[in-house]
């Protein structure tokens, strides 16, 4: 089965500074998707950034964007001018392309700091 | 429009009773997940619908648990006799159907927190 890490259960970030949340990932596959969830203290799992293993671009959606080094199965998460509501947890998840399951790390507990 | 709700939002009960979680999805999502998330650890996946398909229920930790879907939308997880380790929060997830399986974005319900005493 493949298998989600999260090596980092604890992060905190100063106010409009930028922070990076690791994600590593196994797996034989070669055609896969990525995810990264946020989880606020309401418990409302939203998605922040995808991105597809067979696009060599890395997403990026406004100050979010990831660093996807395929050979090296990362797949890390930037926050850029980091704000208040960016706190929460935050999940890595991996879905085969051939499967109905979602693989999810253990999460990344953010703290922003004013 | 409105977005995955779930019920309870609490759920208190005794060792040995049986809990019924109810999620209602966005409507038109033909999939639908359950997951578990226990304390400090992230989602378990529980089991998946699709459609008219079979359920996907490879995940369901013990013959203890069950979930329905009726007419494709609102569904069930059931577990019957519960145990202490069943207390967790049960989160339900559903999506749109899309050409190229594998990539449609999950929008996850607030989730059920079951107690087992």
């Known amino acids: 089965a493949q298998t989600v890490t999260q090596s980092q259960p604890e992060m905190s970030v100063q106010e409009a500074e930028t922070v990076t949340l690791s994600c590593t990932y196994d797996?034989?596959?070669?055609?896969?998707?990525l995810f990264w969830y946020k989880q606020p203290p309401s418990r409302q799992m939203i998605l922040v950034i995808r991105?597809?293993?067979?696009?060599?671009q890395n997403a990026t959606e406004n100050r979010f964007s990831v660093n996807f080094q395929k050979a090296a199965k990362s797949f890390s998460l930037k926050i850029s001018d980091s704000q208040l509501g960016d706190a929460a947890m935050y999940f890595c998840?991996?879905?085969?392309?051939?499967?109905?399951?979602?693989?999810f790390g253990t999460g990344t507990s953010l703290t922003v700091i004013p | 429009g409105a977005g995955v709700s779930q019920s309870p939002s609490n759920k208190v009960t005794e060792k040995g009773k049986d809990v019924e979680l109810r999620c209602d999805p966005i409507s038109g999502h033909t999939a639908l997940y359950w997951y578990r998330q226990s304390l400090g650890q992230g989602l378990e996946f529980l089991i998946y619908?699709?459609?008219?398909?079979?359920?996907?229920k490879s995940g369901l930790p013990s013959d203890r648990f069950s979930a329905e879907r009726t007419g494709g939308s609102v569904s069930t997880l059931t577990i019957q006799r519960t145990q202490q380790e069943d207390s967790a929060v049960y989160l339900c997830a559903s999506s749109p159907q899309v050409l190229r399986g594998g990539g449609e974005t999950q929008y996850f319900g607030p989730g059920t927190r079951l107690l087992v005493l």
């Open positions: 991105q597809e293993a067979y696009k060599q």
């Open positions: 998840a991996y879905r085969s392309a051939f499967s109905n399951q979602f693989y």
């Open positions: 619908f699709q459609g008219n398909s079979a359920p996907d």
């Open positions: 797996t034989s596959e070669s055609d896969y998707y």
